[in-house]
């Protein structure tokens, strides 16, 4: 007699080995300077100092508080950040989960399919193992889209408002950890009008679909951002201004839509995005409300690669959350099929193993970045706590806990090419601060101030005020080091 599996024991197992997956050596690996300055950032305001205002980053300051705040509880810690990351993550495929059981009626295996897959794509996982604003971003993001569909599945259209206005708190909430996220109201706003011009609804429902969110939004984002703009001294050009600077493209329109897409799906996403176009194809009704609403938020995120300039898949990255649903019902259709199945199911699963591949990959995961500890050691050695540190990665400041020229704590390759950050804004910030050394990637993929539009001018005044003192090898990069020349006594 066979004994039969008890129920528990699938997600108990799945959960075991997400809590492993997810905290197992988790400060291991350092090389992110994205990461740096937001942890950079994090550390200033738990000692009591204003973004923008007394430090220059250039996203919206909800996730540099909430780490900070964590700090100010366990003390500035590489982990403790990054603990948070995760733990947004997995609330988001918890979310997930709830929401296709909930709102979909999926049995429970292929909810914890569709979540478990989800959070191990490349993207979301590596995400939630370091401190990025996008984190707390698709938390919010996917609560907020979790009301959205507790709003469509209200039997009457008056209680679809209290949802509908939390929605719009949650929304606001992820935009004031990253402003794309303010792309979510656009998509169902668009939903709104879609079935408005169907015919589906009247105007007195799309004024009353509009309102709630906009409400709730206003009262989360619009009010405290225009505060802010007001009365914080630099956060218009941080938050606005800086991101409408940015390079302009240089090629034909088509071309990167299209090479952006594809990045999309084929950058270890193909284990979701196929078989969550199987779902949308072949499993889609616009009778269902819901998901139209997927389709809408999800087109409304995928915008972005329509917008010229620097392009990261980490802007579109929610965009799989709602593709998440689809990835379910894509799965529950080629279950369907009688003849198909027995060559896609096969091709569906070989595709999620290798997009699982990355996240799972024992290498990757037990990597211990000697390096960068190695560069941070040495900067804490040979400077006081007071002594100001430049270079291309903040991080190497938030470990040796060494402050940074204020004005050049977010010096990205964004900036420096399309040159918003000169030789000549770094030269008259480190002279203020007087800053003692300056740590300049050279070898790698060195992107920052390598950079620089004036790159020449830039080692034209490290030959005229710092001595080269060495170079350290940082893993994959190496980092010349330039200490100031003491000026002789007269």
Known sequence: MTRKIPPFLVPAGLIALTLFMGFANLGGWLMNDDEGAYLYGAWRVSLGEVPYRDFFVSQTPLGFYLAAGLFELVGPSVVAARVLSFLCVLC??????????????????????AAFIWLFTKHNYALGRMFMPDTPMIFFSTAAL??????????????????????????GLAAMTKLNAILILFGYGLFAVYLWIKKVEDFRLLRARLLWPWAGFALSFVLPFALM?????????????????????TVSFLAPVLTRLGQFIGNHN????????????????????????LLFVTGAVLLQVFIPGTFYLRYVVFALVPLAFFFAAGLAEIRSWKKGRWFAGPVAAALILLCLAPSFNPRRLGAYDNGTRALAAYVQKETEPADYIFGDDPGIN????????????????????????????IKAECERTAAKLILVETAGPAHHLKNLKDYPAFEAYLRESFDRIGVMPREFLVVDIYRRR?????
């Open 92 to 113: 988001a495929s918890f979310l997930i989960y709830y929401a296709l059981r909930r709102y979909f009626g999926f049995g429970r295996n292929p909810a914890l399919l």
């Open 398 to 425: 938030f470990l040796a806990r060494r402050p940074c020229p204020p004005r050049l704590v977010d010096v990205s390759g964004a900036m420096t090419r399309s040159g918003q950050v000169t030789a000549g804004d």
């Open 270 to 293: 193909y284990g979701l995005v196929p078989v969550a176009i199987v779902g949308l194809i072949f499993g889609f009704r616009f009778k269902d409300r819901k998901r139209a609403l």
């Open 146 to 171: 979790v009301l959205a569909l507790k709003a469509e599945s209200a039997a009457e259209p008056g209680k679809r408002n209290g949802p509908l206005f939390l929605f719009g708190c949650l929304a």
């Open 229 to 249: 703009l007001i009365f914080v001294p630099g956060a218009y050009q941080a938050t606005i201004g800086f991101h409408l600077a940015k390079e302009k493209a």
């Open 486 to 490: 003491e000026k002789l006594k007269e």
